[in-house]
């Protein structure tokens, strides 16, 4: 089941990369492929990297769940927050 949590997390972190792009024109002059991986690697560094850190739970988090779906959108947002600011700022 390891593959299907990993598509899982990029899916979703690609998911809010598109809509960071199509909505709030984020990382416009990179492109949408910039915006899709920003968001798939940051969810799955806060899905997978993070949330364990962080959570406390009595079972372990191997399996999909509500708070590492959190972190995993959060982080691949702030992610996406930073390549927008960073661009603008440096160009990087």
């Known amino acids: 089941m390891p593959a299907m949590e990993i ?13 960071s792009y199509a909505f709030l024109g984020f990382n ?11 968001g798939a690697v940051g969810a799955l560094v806060g899905a ?3 949330a364990p850190l962080f959570i406390t ?4 988090l191997d399996n999909l769940s509500i708070p590492s779906l959190m972190f995993g959108a959060g982080t691949a947002v702030v992610c996406l927050v930073l390549g927008n600011m960073l661009y603008r700022r440096w160009d990087i």
């Open 7 to 19: 598509l899982f997390w990029v899916g979703t972190g690609a998911v809010l990369g598109w809509m």
């Open 28 to 38: 416009e002059a990179r492109g949408l492929a910039a915006s899709i991986g920003i």
């Open 48 to 50: 997978k990297g993070l």
């Open 57 to 60: 739970t009595a079972a372990p």
